[in-house]
């Protein structure tokens, strides 16, 4: 079965103190995943997208990297305004376009 | 650059009504998805129209469905509502076969 599985479901974390989130993902095929930073009651804020394996990407404090199975988002010294839930998301390549977000990970990033 | 617009914000209904939310795309943006998201969860995909078309559909019932329209906006209508309907429902929109999506703000539902 196509999922996509974050890890860790939270994470606290002192302002400064870097750390990497991980999205691990099993579908047939890839045309894509993505990041996106949701805050309480709104919608996914765009990120990155990621399309091959080695593929990096980076903004501000953030950065992103892709494997075959699995991609780490690395957050280099964070600062509160960082504190909210990040999603991962596959688009898998079968004939019709399909989605599949992992439940996040809700980071907090303390002062 | 307008950004994707969803209406109404919030929403309550009861059980077995019918409910339409609304979608006004990113400009410029051909193709817009539906989802579902529960409290604590990730949204969860429903389907995604290209060009007036159904290009891709999630494990919903046959009860949710779909509309795009020739200026690109979109319509969700839901059945029949059941308690388990509550979430919040989100749109996104891409370009052609872009696979990035842009999401809105989301419609609050509520079935009582």
């Known amino acids: 079965e196509d999922q996509v599985t974050q890890s860790p479901e939270a994470l606290r974390l002192q302002e400064g103190e870097s750390s990497s989130l991980n999205c691990s993902y099993t579908?047939?095929?890839?045309?894509?995943l993505f990041w996106y930073r949701q805050d309480p009651g709104k919608g996914p804020e765009f990120l990155f997208t990621?399309?091959?394996a080695g593929e990096e990407k980076e903004k501000e404090r953030l950065k992103a990297t892709l494997t075959k199975k699995e991609s780490f988002l690395h957050i280099t010294a964070p600062k509160p305004e960082d504190s909210a839930t990040y999603l991962c998301?596959?688009?898998?390549?079968?004939?019709?376009?399909?989605?599949?977000f992992g439940t996040g990970t809700r980071l907090k990033v303390l002062a | 650059e307008t950004g994707v617009t969803q209406s109404p914000t919030h929403l309550i209904k009861t059980r077995g009504q019918q409910v339409t939310l609304r979608c006004s795309s990113q400009?410029?943006?051909?193709?817009v998805s539906w989802y579902q998201q529960a409290l604590g969860q990730g949204p969860q995909f429903i389907f995604q129209?290209?060009?007036?078309?159904?290009?891709g559909r999630g494990n919903f019932p046959p009860r949710f469905s779909g509309l795009q329209f020739p200026n690109y906006s979109s319509e969700l209508n839901v059945n029949a509502l059941e308690l388990d309907d509550s979430a919040l429902y989100l749109c996104?929109?891409?370009?052609?076969?872009?696979?990035?999506?842009?999401f809105g703000p989301g419609t609050r539902l509520t079935v009582l």
């Open positions: 996104a929109s891409s370009l052609g076969d872009r696979v990035e999506q842009f």
């Open positions: 579908v047939s095929g890839l045309r894509g």
């Open positions: 990621l399309y091959s």
């Open positions: 998301a596959v688009c898998e390549a079968s004939g019709t376009y399909k989605y599949i």
């Open positions: 400009s410029g943006h051909n193709t």
């Open positions: 129209y290209y060009r007036e078309e159904e290009n």
